[in-house]
């Protein structure tokens, strides 16, 4: 059995432009068929930003699985 090594990242995201990050959570759910549920209101920045760091994170690991080897364990979004 391969040993296992546990990496523990904090990362700390800017959001640049508004617009674009709502479009990338827009492009990634109707990819992905997946919404996040219904919305009492449109999300703010901070939660914009946030889906989006999350999104791109999580395909990063999908997508290059077979090639890194990486698992993404955990991710999480502090405030």
Known sequence: MASKEVFTFSLEIE???VEAAQQFNEQWESR???IDGPEVSPPD???LASRASV???AQAFTSQHKETGLNLRSL???D
Request: no cysteine.
């Open 76 to 78: 999480q979004v502090l």
């Open 32 to 34: 992905s068929g997946v």
């Open 15 to 17: 959001l640049d432009d």
């Open 55 to 57: 999104r791109l994170i």
């Open 45 to 47: 920045e901070r939660e």
